[in-house]
């Protein structure tokens, strides 16, 4: 598997899998991922970059408060 394999081109998965990989993702990096994001999401890459920005708008949300 590489940053760039595509979920459902190089890795075959079919939408039950990238949806329990969603789920997965939610509870290990604790983001909540809405399905039209999650949609968008085709490779490790992009997942990794969701959650970073995701991460980050977190930080600085609780830092305006």
């Known amino acids: 598997v590489t940053e760039t394999a595509d979920f459902q081109r190089d890795l075959s998965l079919d939408s039950l899998d990238r949806v329990e990989l969603v789920m997965a993702f939610e509870q290990e990096f604790s983001v909540e991922i809405p399905d039209d994001k999650a949609d968008k999401l085709s490779c490790c890459a992009d997942v990794a970059k969701y959650i970073i920005s995701e ?3 977190n930080k ?3 830092g305006s408060s």
Do not use: F, K, P
């Open 55 to 57: 991460s980050q708008s």
């Open 60 to 62: 600085s949300n609780a």
